[in-house]
């Protein structure tokens, strides 16, 4: 039987070595800066801690932005409010149909700007007609209330009793108003008829104003008109149709 040849022992040895060798692989050497794994990158700790403060400071200058646009648009709407009060006129007192902004008869009357009327001349110490009271919706009053040389609405001339009905009305329809008595046509001066005069004491017209006016009397004529009807409609003796404009004293 003839017997094959074998390979020498140097070719087995360095063949098995080879094959020992070709079974394992070199690891690579690690990435230096960014650590990589799973598909994510992982940033260095300074520039996180960079990007923080970057928000910080874009946060501290919108805010002061934000409050220097602020305080102007407050700054502004405050001049505007202070330039409105300085050109703000008095709302008319008859303007309204619901009541009126005076006090009292006692009271000064308001002149047609709304302001209070200032007292340019004096007031009667006493009532007109020597010995005669002046009646307001209280009653007897002890000096008549008018502003000598303004001028007064009188709505109706009537006997006593029904004059101060007229004026207690007003009242209540916080209208102020006096009984004044008439005066006879004869010149005696004295109230010789019994009848008193009923004057609407809501506006006070200075004489030297008394044309620059006619707006607000027109307006306060209006509203005594439309009184005037209501109170002859719950029936009063007059609806306060002829009115006239009277200047006092002065």
Do not use: C
């Amino acid at each position: 039987m003839a017997r094959g040849r074998g390979k020498p022992l140097f070719d087995l040895i360095s063949g098995s070595t080879r094959d020992e060798g070709s079974g394992r692989r070199a690891s690579p050497p690690p990435l230096l800066g960014l650590e990589r794994g799973n598909g994510r990158v992982a940033l260095p700790m300074t520039w996180v801690y960079v990007g923080v403060a970057v928000i910080i400071v874009l946060l501290v200058v919108s805010y002061g932005v934000g409050y220097r646009v602020g305080v102007s648009a407050e700054r502004a709407e405050m001049q505007q409010f202070a330039a409105r009060d300085a050109d703000r006129v008095f709302a008319d007192p008859i303007s309204g149909d619901t009541g009126h902004a005076d006090g009292p008869a006692g009271n000064d009357p308001a002149d047609p700007t709304g302001t209070v009327h200032e007292q340019s001349g004096r007031r009667a110490g006493s009532p007109t007609h020597s010995g005669v009271d002046i009646f307001g919706a209280d009653g007897p009053l002890a000096e008549d209330p008018r502003i000598v040389g303004s001028n007064y609405l009188e709505l109706a001339t009537l006997p006593k009793e029904q004059a101060l009905a007229a004026v207690r009305y007003l009242a209540s329809k916080d209208e102020p108003a006096i009984a004044v008595p008439g005066v006879d046509r004869g010149g005696s001066g004295r109230n010789t008829s019994g009848r008193y005069r009923v004057i609407a004491l809501g506006l006070a017209v200075p004489g030297d104003r008394f044309s620059s006016t006619k707006a607000q009397r027109t307006r306060f004529e209006r509203r005594m008109a439309r009184l005037g009807r209501s109170w002859a409609e719950a029936g009063g003796a007059s609806d306060f149709s002829d009115p006239l404009w009277r200047r006092y004293g002065g």
